[in-house]
């Protein structure tokens, strides 16, 4: 008993236990079988005697690039951030906690085959070796690392966790009783997301194919890595912190490049609630079932203390209840976490054939994302999506349905072969750009009346109309060329808006009128403008800036249809129909004003405020005009710009400054000899001291590419550090 009363006492990172005497003699020895070289750009190229040797070196690698960064990914999937950050976070920490169990996740390592639990255990031991070997660094709450935590969060992805449209409010809302509003249709002008491309040999000037690989997400959340080992094992890429497999990469053989997919792999189901006898119940098949209850314990930082709290939770046959809607309970069916996740994203790393990637796509696992390959073959491929569930088609999929029969449950999933995919097209070109993929190669795309609805709700965009447009005009195709095509600055979304202020200007407004003396010159500037973005551009600035207060307009335009809500092209298409003088003049009349306020002219160049700065290590980003930064001539890809650079204004701040956009970014031409080029935002390091930390940045903000250096002897040619995990 006095046990059991000390462990609901002390906090549970306080009761780590210390690493053991055999811990540390096995960590040293598997160390020696580690060579970490760290190349002139800080990249760590990991060589190791077997593929958990590599793992367990490229754990200490990204430990000593960016300790906190892995440590807060896991700190979030165990749904404890709250025991960092406090109560404000609460309910963020009940939602991992309800779609994702840690039980079953130590199950699945418990009875994970041999070579995979090698594997789960070398993650642990590099990151455990790391922390053994720093006493200095103060984790903030993880003492120690478990094998099991890579099963946790399986497939890369940021978008990995689905709750079918639930917020966090409306989780709140049910579990609290309370009535704040739900935000359910957010939408802002810096979207995250990703693009993907690739090239076939009869359009490369080389005839080897080529991809590219751009994936848009927070800065720094990526970094970029090799790893080798006498089992076969040889890939490069970005992983995400924590995760020990290349997420968008390559290797001797292929490449593949994810992109954010909006395939419908969750539903709600509204249930059917009855209380009876001092219990809840659901009807299902006209029987009552009794609704599942779990008492899940959160804690919470107070001050200097820990608070605890405990909330009854339901569940039915199809999942959590999460949210109350139309007096309805709801709960959600989804696979956030599956064992099959991990094993497809490594076995991916290890593919040597289109015909070996195609096997490992039949894991069916990847439940967010599309995938966009090229290979040594020549072969180029797309799959949307990759878990998908078979669904009656009688039914709307898109809202909540009848949780009380059989006839909406899944039907098992859909094949690859079932899938959206296609292989080879005619016109030697694949893109997605999170969009529909019924444009994915031009007019060799597959035909949207060929799959149901569920399959492939995804809208267009601007950047997939662009990249379209782009990709189409080469036939000699080389990495710089590539490059260059990925980096196209026209921003197709105002090549549509524009038109259409310059229009009600002109047929609305008197030069007698004030407002025409205040709008001529700014309305010149745009008319005038070629819809590319520049760091000298102030109509760069006018757009952007007028663009932003336009959104809210163009959502409540197309809020009556949910297809057009999620395509941004049909939705500009519809605010330009209906838009009236004051709805585009106003927004224009207000930046204006704004810009003269803040900088004494309206006549501001795109890169005077369009900044990229890092100064500090923190994972929340902190911004300061007094300090330095550089200009930035890309905008978000909301407007249709390829490459992707989100800024925001800060509180204290008149500039804006980047969060997210372009990461790691790389061009693969795939022949005889390996060739790419690749990109990072800031640097490979995540410690301000180092050289690494920033020493990519000039090249960063202008889109000037760095050889990769996929060959060891290449690799030792511009090593500037070589050791053993723990020297």
Known sequence: MKLILLLLIFPAQLLAQPFSKAEITRWEKQSGQVSIIRDNWGIPHIYGKTDADAVFGLLYAQCE???????????????????????????????????????????????????????????????????????????????????????????????????????????KNFYTGGNETAFLQKEAADPTGSNGFAFAPAITASHNAILYINPHVTFYFRPEVQMVS???????????????????????????????????????????????????????????????????????????????????????????????????????????????????SWQR???????????????LANTSNNTVYADAEGNIAYWHGNFIPKRDTKFDWSAPVDGSTTATEWKGLHTVAESVHIYNPANGWLQNC???????????????????????????????????????????????????????????????????????????????????????????????????????????TLAVEWGVKLVPAMIKAAAENQY????????????????????????????VKELTGKFGTWQVSWGSINRYQRISSDIDQQFDDAQPSIPVAFTSSFWGMLPSYNARYYPGTKMRYGVNGNSFICAVEFGKRIKAKSLLAGGESGDPVSKHFNDQLQMYSKGAFKDVLFYKEDVLKHAEKTYHPGE
Request: aromatic share 12%; with cysteine; glycine share 6%.
């Open 65 to 171: 690039d960016d300790f906190k960064r892995v440590e807060m990914n896991y700190i979030e999937k165990l749904g404890r951030m709250a025991e960092v950050k406090g109560a404000a976070v609460l309910y963020d920490d009940l939602l991992i906690r309800l779609v994702i169990d840690s039980a079953d996740a130590m199950a699945d390592y418990k009875k994970s085959p041999p070579w995979l639990q090698k594997l789960m255990n070398a993650f642990a031991d590099g990151i455990n070796y790391y922390l053994y070997k720093h006493p200095s660094v103060k984790p903030a709450l993880l003492q120690r690392f478990q094998p099991w935590y890579p099963l946790l969060w399986t497939d890369g992805s940021i978008g990995a966790i689905n709750t079918a449209g639930i917020s966090e409010t409306e989780l």
């Open 230 to 344: 006498g089992e076969g094992l040889n890939v490069y890429g970005a992983v995400t912190w924590g995760q020990f497999f290349v997420y968008q990469g390559f290797n001797e053989h292929c490449g593949w490049m994810h992109t954010s997919s909006a395939v419908d792999i969750a539903d709600l189901y509204a249930e059917k609630i009855t209380r009876k006898s001092n219990a809840w119940w659901y009807e299902y098949n006209h029987v009552l079932q009794p609704v599942i209850q779990k008492k899940i314990q959160l804690r919470y930082s107070a001050g200097a203390a820990m608070q605890t709290t405990t909330i009854n939770t339901f569940f039915t046959r199809h999942g959590p209840v999460m949210a109350k809607r139309n007096n309805q309970w709801l709960s959600v069916k989804a696979n956030n976490r599956s064992i099959n996740g991990l094993l497809q």
């Open 349 to 363: 790393t290890k593919t040597k054939s289109f015909a070996e990637y195609k096997k490992v796509m039949g894991l």
């Open 434 to 540: 999170n969009s529909t993929p019924f444009t994915v190669a031009g007019t060799n795309s597959p035909k949207r009346e060929n799959y149901p609805a569920y399959m492939a709700p995804d809208g267009e965009n601007f950047r997939g109309i662009n990249a379209v447009r782009v990709l189409d005009k080469e036939k000699q195709y080389t990495l710089d060329k590539v490059i260059s095509a990925g980096y196209d600055t026209y921003l197709a979304g105002f090549e549509k808006l524009v038109p259409l202020l310059v229009k009600l200007f002109e047929k609305n407004i008197s030069p007698t009128d004030s407002l025409y003396l205040r709008l001529h010159e700014p309305v010149i500037t745009l008319k005038n403008w070629d819809f590319r973005c520049a760091e000298n551009s102030v109509a760069t």
């Open 564 to 591: 057009e809500v999620v395509d941004l092209v049909k939705r500009t298409e519809k605010f330009i129909a209906v838009a009236k003088p004051e709805d585009v003049l106003k927004p224009l009349d207000e930046t």
